[in-house]
């Protein structure tokens, strides 16, 4: 059983929806990390879906980046969509108006990698010229962050018109969150994060009209995220049409300025609780995976994970993904968080039949 052949068993759940990505960067990061439009477009092609493009991070200021990302789009306007990244250390909201009339549908701000806090003078001027124009604001809401605390919520009422996404799950503050965020529509959360229980309790907590679909590439691969995101919102009970706004359509809808459609209240958590074997399995894995991100050896925490499934058979499939995490390939660790989202969803069927 291949990696590949579960991820396309699950996004066979997409029945008919053309997934639309609201996070992508392309070109050369100051990590060394580079991605291509076409080798994005690649990747999108392959699932016939359309992606919200902007740079990654550099030091020799965003004009000429953001320009690049404009063209790139021009190039290929049935797959992106062109964002402009500004740093508010140094940006103005006449820097964000040009941008938007050279072509820009949003705006992308990184408070980690520009090292500056949601309320600099400089995010508030941003999102004022976002505010008039009705786009959206994507903010970095990941690791390195901290808490936003009430910053957030002050800068989502003063700017009611302008859709503020919080990246990666918003995974910083989402304890909290996740108690407010029906109060302030235009505070929305997109899916580029790998970890399950983190989706689980995104998609359990917050109302599914405030939900984007994210990838993060590079850093994380398209099809995997898909998968991993698309397996949680089924579990945690989201109805087709609350899907359909998650994977495409409600941005669709923020982009052409309609505004969110509401379908509804968040479900609430699930009611399968994991057994202690499936909690075992399930710590391990995420075990094994925080071990190889991290750059350590993982051969023994993946040792006890294969103890742990043993011989039972319904876990099979399981410890076929296992042979692969143990592979030196690149894609070993997006087979742990393929495997660590079927753990946490025991009893969901695939979209597609697996075998």
């Known amino acids: ?43 999108l092609e392959a699932i016939d879906g359309r992606s919200v493009i902007f740079p990654l991070c550099v030091t020799s200021g965003y004009a000429a980046e953001n320009q690049r990302v404009v063209e790139e789009c021009e190039r290929h306007p049935d797959r992106l969509v062109p964002f402009a990244r500004l740093d508010p250390r140094v940006a103005s909201a006449q820097d964000a108006a040009e941008a938007l009339a050279s072509g820009a549908r949003g705006f992308k701000l990184h408070p980690r990698a520009e090292d500056f806090r949601l309320d600099h003078p400089g995010v508030e001027a941003i999102a ?23 910053t957030i919520i002050r ?40 970890n399950p229980a983190d989706l689980l309790a ?15 590439e590079p850093y994380m691969d398209l099809g995997v995220v898909l998968a991993i995101a698309l397996r949680c919102a089924r579990f945690t009970g989201l109805s087709p049409e609350a899907i359909a706004l998650i994977f495409g359509a409600q941005l669709e809808n923020l982009l052409a300025a309609e505004g969110a459609i509401d379908p509804g209240p968040a479900p609430g958590p699930p009611a399968v609780v994991l057994t ?10 995420a075990a094994t995976g925080g ?41 070993a660790p997006w087979a742990v968080g393929v495997a660590l989202t079927l753990a946490v969803t025991p009893t969901l069927e695939s979209a597609a039949p697996v075998g």
Do not use: Y
């Open 202 to 216: 995104l998609f359990a907590l917050i109302p599914p009209g405030q939900i984007l679909f994210g990838s993060d």
């Open 291 to 331: 071990c190889m991100i991290g750059g350590g050896d993982a051969s023994q925490l993946l040792e006890l994970t294969r103890l742990a499934i043993g011989g039972d058979g319904s876990k099979s499939l399981l410890a076929e993904l296992l042979d692969e995490v143990g592979s030196p390939s690149e894609e």
């Open 1 to 43: 059983m291949s990696l590949h052949t579960v991820i396309e068993a699950e996004h066979a759940a997409l029945d008919g929806i053309r997934p639309f990505d609201v996070h992508a960067h392309t070109g050369v990061d100051v990590d060394g990390t580079a991605r291509t439009c076409e080798e994005h477009v690649a990747d």
């Open 276 to 285: 202690p074997s499936e909690a075992r399995v399930a710590t391990l894995l």
């Open 155 to 194: 800068l989502a009422e003063r700017h009611r018109d302008c859709p503020i996404v919080l990246a990666h799950a918003g995974v910083s503050d989402l304890s909290w969150l996740a108690e407010v965020a029906a109060d302030h529509p235009n505070l929305l959360f997109d899916t580029s994060w790998w």
């Open 128 to 150: 004022g010229v976002a505010a008039e124009a009705r786009v959206p604001v994507l903010i970095h809401a990941g690791v390195g962050v901290g808490s936003f605390g009430e």
